[in-house]
């Protein structure tokens, strides 16, 4: 058990036990939950309602470089065996999946969705809607757009000359852009709106918006409005994907066009 200072017990949320550790800087808004075994650093702020599961560590200090506030969004979950590193500022209503890492200094938005076993390394910027699939790792200086998808195992690297760091450059991708699993992104490579990057694929240049690429090294293949799918007995486009998300979803922060006039 990590012992717990004394005077902290206004610092910790209501249900959390005596055995989570909560540090005398920490801010845990009463209203959120802090469960056993869940470790709470330095100036790191839970807010209303998020939950902190056992085995979790937020804002654990570095020896290797500076340190900062570390924040966690309001209604936010952060699964079993979490580890946040300082300066992490993340969105409300994120859903982090058990064994995840989120680096330091990354700036995650809103309704973030991260699958169990990633990892995200530092500096990396993540919009809100974003979802990261199971054993994805996302290298530093990355951008992912908002409603961007990334599944399974893909992999996003930064260093084309390893160990070097002669050339490192984060890839960018795209909002509403779709990488399959299995793939690979290489340094500086941006993958653009609503593209598709299908399974294995090894990108190495940018892909176009609304473009399939797919192989090793990825090729274009098609615009990915002209894909076509048998559903229910009809032929209809999967893509743009926006179009079939569930009713009551918010898509408005792609950008400028719609849903209805992307059809």
């Not at 699993?181 to 709106?193: C, L, S």
């Not at 090729?219 to 229910?232: L, P």
Request: charged share 15%; aromatic share 6%; net charge negative.
């Amino acid at each position: 058990m990590v012992p717990r200072s004394s005077d902290m017990t206004e610092a910790h949320g209501v249900g959390a036990p005596p055995a989570a550790y909560i540090d005398r800087s920490a801010a845990v808004d009463r209203r959120a939950m802090v469960l056993s075994g869940a470790w709470i650093g330095p100036d790191v702020e839970v807010q209303e309602g998020a939950v902190i599961s056992p085995g979790a560590v937020i804002g654990l200090p570095r020896n290797d470089g500076p340190t900062g506030p570390t924040v966690i969004g309001a209604g936010s979950r952060i699964g079993p065996a979490v580890h946040i590193e300082p300066g992490v500022r993340l969105g409300a209503r994120c859903d982090i999946g058990h064994g995840s890492t989120i680096g330091s200094f990354c700036c995650v938005g809103a309704n973030v969705f991260l699958g169990p076993g990633a990892t995200i390394m530092s500096h990396v910027t993540i919009e809100d809607y974003v979802r990261l699939l199971a054993g994805v790792y996302v290298c530093e200086q990355s951008i992912l757009r908002s409603h961007c998808q990334i599944m399974p195992n893909a992999i996003l690297i930064n260093d084309q000359y390893p160990p070097t760091a002669l050339d490192v450059r984060g890839p960018e991708i795209g909002k509403c852009a779709v990488v399959g699993v299995n793939a690979v992104i290489w340094p500086g490579v941006k993958v653009g709106y609503h593209a598709l990057v299908g399974a294995q694929a090894e990108v190495k240049h940018d892909v176009p918006d609304y473009v399939l690429v797919r192989g090793q090294p990825a090729t274009a293949v098609c615009d990915v409005r002209q894909i076509r799918m048998k559903h229910e007995g009809k032929w209809i486009t999967p893509y743009p994907w926006m179009q079939w998300a569930p009713s009551g979803t918010d898509v408005r922060g792609p950008g400028p066009r719609s849903p209805a006039s992307e059809e």
